[in-house]
């Protein structure tokens, strides 16, 4: 708790939203919970890594690559990226101390703190009004553009926020989420490079005899585009939110 709170107060964060929405507080609680559950996430990291390898090699070129959603830098084959890439660049709204460290080691990557939304700014003042992303859009070496486990976390922290803070209905705060996401794919659809979706397909959550309890669409009833290739990652083990229930997401990847 101690060090969660330092973390916390020491982390440097260039938007305002990244604290006062809370995703500061997600991203320390999400590196905690990475800890706990190593051996369950490490194989969806690697998973992440291969996908991402696989879609440098599909590059023609390999001026610029972007990560959007890069968050810990666990699932990102950084030494790789940075051996055949001129430029790593990696996006995420929130870097702690442990990915500014890492970052370091290599001196053609780039971490930028960023909004890939281009619409915190309004949302957090209440205003449910989704812009169309257009950063990078016109840099020409961007080869490779990889969303990674980021576009159904999209609308999550917005959504709750306008509903709690804002008093956004349940129909209203549908459509922002679906906004979001749809914007998101807009946007990622304009790069000229190769572009690889990496994100959750479905979630289910199992009880002790591993009959499934729960199914939810983290998608928001959008559909995702075809997955190439799909693995199992036990998010939620048994014991880490309930002695009773855990939870599985499968995770696809695509090249759009
Ligand atoms: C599920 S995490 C994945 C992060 C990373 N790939 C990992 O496994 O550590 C989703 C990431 O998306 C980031 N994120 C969510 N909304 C964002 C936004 N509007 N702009 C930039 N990053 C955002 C979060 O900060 C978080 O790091």
Redesign the pocket.
């Known amino acids: 708790m101690i060090w969660e709170m330092w973390q916390y107060l020491t982390t440097p964060t260039k938007f305002t939203e990244a604290k006062t929405m809370g995703?500061l507080k997600?991203?320390i609680a999400?590196?905690a919970r990475?800890k706990r559950c190593q051996p369950q996430w490490n194989a969806h990291?690697e998973h992440?890594q291969q996908a991402i390898l696989q879609a440098a090699n599909r590059a023609v070129q390999k001026r610029k690559v972007l990560i959007?959603?890069?968050?810990?830098?666990?699932?990102?084959p950084l030494t790789e990226l940075c051996a055949s890439f001129q430029q790593v660049i990696l996006?995420?709204?929130?870097f702690l101390d442990s990915a500014r460290k890492l970052a370091l080691k290599y001196p053609n990557l780039s971490l930028v703190e960023?909004?890939?939304?281009e619409?915190?700014e309004w949302l957090s003042s209440g205003r449910d009004m989704v812009q169309q992303p257009q950063a990078w859009l016109d840099d020409p070496q961007i080869d490779l553009v990889v969303s990674?486990?980021?576009v159904t976390?999209?609308p999550?922290?917005?959504v709750k926020w306008l509903m709690s803070d804002y008093g956004l209905n349940e129909e209203d705060a549908d459509i922002v989420g679906k906004q979001l996401i749809v914007a998101h794919l807009n946007y990622l659809k304009q790069f000229s490079g190769e572009v690889c979706l990496i994100a959750d397909r479905n979630s289910r959550e199992f009880n002790v005899a591993g009959d499934v309890v729960d199914e939810f669409d983290p998608w928001w009833d959008i559909e995702p585009p075809r997955a190439q290739t799909t693995w199992d990652w036990e998010i939620i083990p048994l014991g880490e939110a309930s002695n009773e229930t855990w939870q599985k997401n499968t995770v696809g990847v695509s090249f759009l």
């Not at 959007?68 to 990102?76: H, P, T, V, Y």
């Not at 996006?91 to 929130?94: A, E, K, R, S």
């Not at 960023?114 to 939304?117: E, I, K, L, N, S």
């Open positions: 995703y997600e991203a999400m590196a990475a990291y992440c959007l959603g890069a968050g810990s830098l666990n699932d990102i996006v995420d709204l929130v960023h909004d890939v939304t619409s915190l990674l486990n980021l976390q999209i999550l922290i917005p």
